[in-house]
């Protein structure tokens, strides 16, 4: 197996984009990651995206880009698992990469939310959910995050004050992050009076809908330092796995196992302990999500991460920082592309060009990206060279 | 989406919430399996209790387009007396004051109406008691 590095990234700014389709969010964003990586082809590409079908009216998803690319006949392939298809999109650019089928190798996220209405939006994503024994019923993702928020706090004494300081620390994050889709601060107070969703989660507690694409370049290491003279990073780390879509079917609704086992497999190959990451990119789809994978990673004791973000440990400047982006929940979250966009972040911080935002002397990154309500994950371990 | 082959196909499990337990290991799966996390592939049919505890549960006030005329309203999982656990909405009850523990039945209810001809599609919802 060959070492990979990521040698090119490429983000735009998110939100609303109503004047741009899907094609041209995800052009935009291979072309940025292309002229960094500086490389005049690509071998083959893969695109991470949940539904398409349900919110633009469009499958055969891959070969439509790559044409729009100018890049076609390469082979392209678009790969889903909900929320975590862009997360899922690197682990195959890697696995194409390390194993010798391609050089240089294409992996995007791209998600248009915006094209339908509110209830057809929340309709799209419900069906990460188990359709006939979750969806039938009138569960929403809000709703079945809040059954989680509401067992965490019955089970350890979470406050919803510790729920509201995620949502308050990723957005002073987010401030600092221009292409953020809010890049504005909130308040506890505001977060508390905000509209009510699923109780006890309110709408600040939620991350936003949004158009947006990511896209980063990988390549084999050695090739790396002939490509680039920026500095390289590795992917030292990749973990993956899953759990039950159901929540109900879980034996612990506060506990997510798949992240649990995707840390577990990412830090062994890396070689890593949950203390030696400077800082991670983490599935904050709600607040309590963020409180869930913190845990399930091991930067915090089982029942304890409600305290994190309160406390600072997880702010810039803390101990570990979580989301320095702003995370989905101010940057946006365009479901198939957020697991690209972390790494996009965790290369930016690596490289030293986080401006604001910057995590001095960070060498050591994770991201961590999931489906639905935690029935799959993605973790990766970044490293510069 | 809810289609009428659908619809028929999962009847014994709407209608009588119709469960397979596992004749090597006793685990009992809602909807049924075709093999077991202990590798079994025989199963019997049984049916759940109708009776059990909510494990967690929230009130839905952003709603799914089928559900939006129905909001706000409960739904939780609830653990049945033979320990299997499902999603239901709970229902006949004061939304703003449920707590996890309450002691719930299992009722047969109109779910929700699909379609441009209105489809009825029936199931389970939750009471307390």
């Given at each position: 197996m060959r070492d990979v590095a990521v040698i090119g990234i490429g983000m735009t700014k998110w939100g609303e984009l109503w004047d741009k389709a899907l094609r041209d969010i995800f052009v935009e964003t291979a072309l940025l990651a292309i002229d960094d990586a500086g490389v005049d082809h690509i071998d083959s590409m893969y695109v991470g995206c949940m539904t398409s079908a349900?919110?633009?009216?469009?499958?055969?998803?891959?070969?439509?880009?790559?044409?729009?690319?100018?890049?076609?006949?390469?082979?392209?392939?678009?790969?889903?698992?909900?929320?975590?298809?862009?997360?899922?999109?690197?682990?195959?650019?890697?696995?194409?990469?390390?194993?010798?089928?391609?050089?240089?190798?294409?992996?995007?996220?791209?998600?248009?939310?915006?094209?339908?209405?509110?209830?057809?939006?929340?309709?799209?994503?419900?069906?990460?959910?188990?359709?006939?024994?979750?969806?039938?019923?009138?569960?929403?993702?809000?709703?079945?995050?809040?059954?989680?928020?509401?067992?965490?706090?019955?089970?350890?004494?979470?406050?919803?004050?510790?729920?509201?300081?995620?949502?308050?620390?990723?957005?002073?994050?987010?401030?600092?992050?221009?292409?953020?889709?809010?890049?504005?601060?909130?308040?506890?107070?505001?977060?508390?009076?905000?509209?009510?969703?699923?109780?006890?989660?309110?709408?600040?507690?939620?991350?936003?809908?949004?158009?947006?694409?990511?896209?980063?370049?990988?390549?084999?290491?050695?090739?790396?330092?002939?490509?680039?003279?920026?500095?390289?990073?590795?992917?030292?780390?990749?973990?993956?796995?899953?759990?039950?879509?159901?929540?109900?079917?879980?034996?612990?609704?506060?506990?997510?196992?798949?992240?649990?086992?995707?840390?577990?497999?990412?830090?062994?190959?890396?070689?890593?302990?949950?203390?030696?990451?400077?800082?991670?990119?983490?599935?904050?789809?709600?607040?309590?999500?963020?409180?869930?994978?913190?845990?399930?990673?091991?930067?915090?004791?089982?029942?304890?991460?409600?305290?994190?973000?309160?406390?600072?440990?997880?702010?810039?400047?803390?101990?570990?920082?979580?989301?320095?982006?702003?995370?989905?929940?101010?940057?946006?979250?365009?479901?198939?592309?957020?697991?690209?966009?972390?790494?996009?972040?965790?290369?930016?911080?690596?490289?030293?060009?986080?401006?604001?935002r910057q995590v001095e002397g960070a060498r050591v990154g994770l991201t961590q990206n999931m489906g639905g309500s935690g029935g799959s994950t993605l973790v990766h371990i970044l490293e510069v060279q | 989406m809810v289609t009428p082959a659908r619809y028929w196909r999962e009847i014994p499990q709407r209608y009588r919430l119709e469960a397979g337990k596992c004749t090597r290991c006793g685990k009992t799966y809602f909807p049924p399996r075709l093999v077991c996390a202990c590798g079994a592939r025989e199963f019997e049919i049984v049916r759940l209790k109708d009776e059990g505890t909510l494990q967690t549960f929230t009130v839905i006030r952003v709603a799914p387009s089928q559900f939006v005329d129905e909001a706000p309203y409960a739904i939780g999982i609830v653990e049945l007396n033979d320990g299997v656990r499902l999603t239901a909405q709970v229902v006949d009850c004061d939304v703003e004051h449920l707590e996890i523990g309450q002691k719930v039945k299992v009722e047969f209810r109109r779910i929700q109406t699909v379609g441009e001809a209105g489809i009825l599609c029936y199931g389970y919802k939750c009471v307390p008691v």
């Open positions: 349900l919110f633009v009216g469009q499958e055969h998803l891959a070969s439509q880009l790559a044409d729009y690319l100018g890049m076609g006949p390469i082979p392209a392939a678009r790969v889903e698992s909900a929320c975590a298809s862009g997360g899922l999109a690197v682990k195959q650019g890697f696995l194409e990469v390390a194993a010798g089928f391609s050089d240089i190798v294409l992996v995007s996220g791209v998600e248009k939310m915006t094209d339908v209405g509110g209830d057809q939006a929340t309709y799209a994503l419900s069906t990460a959910a188990d359709q006939e024994y979750e969806g039938f019923h009138g569960v929403t993702f809000p709703g079945l995050y809040a059954m989680m928020a509401r067992a965490h706090m019955h089970t350890y004494g979470t406050t919803r004050e510790q729920l509201a300081h995620v949502a308050v620390k990723n957005h002073r994050h987010g401030a600092l992050n221009p292409l953020a889709q809010y890049p504005f601060e909130v308040t506890v107070e505001g977060v508390l009076s905000s509209v009510m969703v699923a109780d006890p989660l309110r709408i600040l507690d939620c991350s936003p809908i949004t158009d947006g694409a990511a896209a980063v370049i990988l390549c084999p290491l050695d090739m790396a330092k002939t490509l680039t003279d920026k500095p390289v990073v590795k992917i030292t780390g990749v973990g993956h796995a899953t759990d039950t879509i159901a929540l109900h079917s879980r034996d612990d609704v506060t506990t997510l196992n798949a992240t649990a086992k995707a840390g577990e497999a990412a830090y062994q190959m890396a070689g890593k302990k949950p203390e030696d990451i400077d800082l991670a990119e983490v599935h904050d789809c709600f607040t309590i999500a963020e409180i869930c994978v913190i845990e399930a990673l091991g930067f915090i004791e089982k029942g304890k991460g409600g305290t994190a973000a309160e406390s600072g440990l997880t702010a810039l400047g803390g101990k570990i920082p979580v989301n320095a982006s702003g995370g989905l929940k101010a940057k946006g979250h365009p479901v198939g592309a957020t697991g690209v966009a972390q790494v996009v972040e965790i290369v930016k911080q690596l490289r030293g060009e986080a401006d604001k | -």
